[in-house]
């Protein structure tokens, strides 16, 4: 069963809020089945990143990163679905299925695939959070490789922060 009290968020530097929108991901509700992973095999599911737009990032923002992780899944560690730095600062809107702007790197998820993979909740485990999060970082360039992992991004992001947007959603998949 899942607890909402495993925050990803409480142990790392608390900084400013700023503002991401989103057409398919909304604070504190279910994804549509777009962004529910077909990979996984959910009925519908189409592994399609949500469509994301931000505002409001501090100055000084030189690039942002975007992860999408899910603290509740059965594991110790979670499980990253996608995981992007080294976004331009001038870019902020990524469509939904992104593609990627110039200079951006995709890490492979945990999956260990160089995209986006979408929720998969085990069948009868609860629902659980998937917290979409754009991160204002003060680099161009993190220096985190492509064959680097979300979990050292996440690490070397905590370094260089300096605002994030975060959506909380949700997904579940009925007991069978």
Known sequence: MTTATNDPFARLPQVPAFEVTSAAATDGHPLPLAQMSGAFGIPGGQDISPDLT????????RSYAVTVYDPDAPTMSGFWHWAVADIPATVTTLPAGAELPAGAIQLKNDAGLPQFIGAAPPAGHGPHRYFITVHALD?????????????????TIAGHILARATIVATAETPAA
Do not use: K
């Open 54 to 61: 931000w505002s409001g990032a501090p100055e000084g923002t």
């Open 139 to 155: 680099v161009e360039n993190i220096g985190v490789p492509a064959e680097g992992t979300p979990a050292f991004l996440g690490f």
